[in-house]
């Protein structure tokens, strides 16, 4: 028990994202009625996809135009109105621009980075689905989103020019796969960002997986919500209640702010609609570092009915070095978390095993043996107390 501790136990439309036309089958583009919006610094009518939209509203410095030209020749850039509209560019450690903002250091790849940082690759049977856990697929349908977190873990495969979407074929295999195994009971839409498609293209799958019996639940997750809110339509939601499964949604959600009046009313549309809200966060160097913003987070997602799901420690991505924090600094910002919040505020922390050996929680464990056949128990102060082992003594009195 530490010092800090002993103290204390004495005394937070229906149109698909406008991307270059792709002939994929499954995924169609279709123009983008955009509304306008503005910026502190000037008019951004239309999603941001380059350094020169960024440096034309103001986001970037001009000077560093070719610097950040080299990254976007590898790492898309997009930032939609509603993002560009919550930052302020007169603060140079803005959490917003810190997430979509593109920087140099993206370029700088360190040893212990990979590619396919939690092994996506090695577990997947067919194209577009991994099977990693033996009840749950994810079913990869796009590879563009609505906007491009600068800290993606699917960055090498994430983007413009990156791949187009699942085409019938690919689609066809993989809802075969998932068909001839009972055992597969969830089914999660990822990519790239499902609300991306179109309502007919989210109906198309959804429609496909109501036909197998042995799904129960149908996980969409997303960042449109907060980052794309008009792409929560009537007509995607009913898609996805096509399914007749249980529908989640997980919205990728890092900072308070990002909870927009427009992000909640999208929210409470979802929820209306019957479709489930959790949330998932990765923790951020330089956005949600320190337990003041995680718990006004944390708690500003249960006051919109959006129950925290995960606290990501960050994936080895490439050029993501400057996003990660050590692994004791996350649990002692999880811990300090525990003990600020109640349990239906408090997400697990957890990591992503590089390689695809799956997510293990990161949390400090509670319960350690006393040396007399009974434990200690850590309370969340950091107090320990004892607690005898009734099984055992029941057995040593028999």
């Known amino acids: 028990m530490n010092e800090d501790s002993a103290r204390h136990c004495e005394e937070r439309s229906d149109e698909a994202i406008q991307e270059p036309s792709r002939d994929s089958g499954l995924l169609r583009f279709a123009r983008n009625d955009e509304k306008a919006m503005t910026t502190p610094s000037g008019p951004a009518p239309k999603t941001l996809r380059s350094v020169a939209d960024l440096a034309a509203v103001g986001l970037t410095d001009?000077?560093?135009?070719?610097?950040?030209?080299?990254?976007?020749?590898?790492?898309?850039?997009?930032?939609?109105?509603?993002?560009?509209?919550?930052?302020?560019?007169?603060?140079?450690?803005?959490?917003?621009?810190?997430?979509?903002?593109?920087?140099?250091?993206?370029?700088?790849?360190?040893?212990?980075?990979?590619?396919?940082?939690?092994?996506?690759?090695a577990f997947s049977p067919t194209e577009g689905l991994v099977h990693r856990y033996p009840d749950r697929v994810l079913l990869k349908l796009l590879s563009v989103c609505p906007v491009y977190c600068r800290f993606c873990f699917r960055r090498e495969t994430v983007g413009l020019g990156k791949g187009a979407g699942l085409s019938e074929e690919a689609l066809d295999k993989a809802l075969t796969y998932i068909?001839?195994?009972?055992?597969?009971?969830?089914?999660?839409?990822?990519?790239?960002?499902?609300?991306?498609?179109?309502?007919?293209?989210?109906?198309?799958v959804a429609e496909r997986?109501?036909?197998?019996?042995?799904?129960?639940?149908?996980?969409?997750?997303?960042?449109?919500?907060?980052?794309a809110p008009r792409l929560v339509t009537p007509e995607r939601l009913d898609a996805m209640k096509a399914s007749g499964k249980a529908v989640y949604m997980v919205l990728h959600v890092n900072h308070a702010r990002e909870l927009s009046p427009d992000a909640r009313a999208a929210v409470t549309a979802i929820q209306n609609a019957g479709v489930s809200t959790l949330s998932q966060t990765?923790?951020?160097?330089?956005?949600?570092d320190d337990a003041d913003t995680l718990e006004r987070l944390m708690r500003s997602l249960v006051a919109a009915r959006i129950t925290p799901y995960y606290l990501h420690h960050p994936d080895l991505a490439p050029g993501t070095g400057h996003f990660r924090i050590p692994l004791d600094e996350g649990r002692r910002l999880y811990a300090e978390l525990a003990r600020r919040l109640s349990g239906i505020a408090l997400p697990s922390y957890v990591l992503d095993i590089p390689g695809g050996y799956g997510k293990v929680p990161l949390q400090q464990s509670h319960l350690e043996r006393d040396g007399n056949g009974g434990w200690r128990v850590i309370d969340r102060s950091g107090c320990a107390h004892s607690y005898a082992d009734e099984g055992r003594a029941t057995a040593e009195r028999a």
């Open 62 to 121: 001009p000077d560093r135009a070719a610097a950040l030209e080299a990254v976007e020749e590898r790492y898309s850039v997009a930032m939609t109105p509603e993002i560009a509209a919550l930052i302020d560019p007169a603060d140079p450690d803005d959490p917003i621009a810190r997430q979509f903002l593109p920087d140099e250091r993206e370029l700088e790849t360190r040893p212990e980075e990979l590619a396919d940082p939690i092994g996506d690759n």
């Open 179 to 204: 068909a001839e195994r009972p055992q597969i009971f969830e089914v999660i839409l990822t990519g790239g960002d499902p609300l991306a498609l179109s309502a007919r293209r989210l109906r198309t």
């Open 282 to 288: 990765v923790l951020l160097a330089g956005v949600n």
């Open 209 to 227: 997986l109501a036909a197998i019996e042995h799904v129960a639940v149908l996980r969409v997750h997303t960042r449109a919500p907060t980052a």
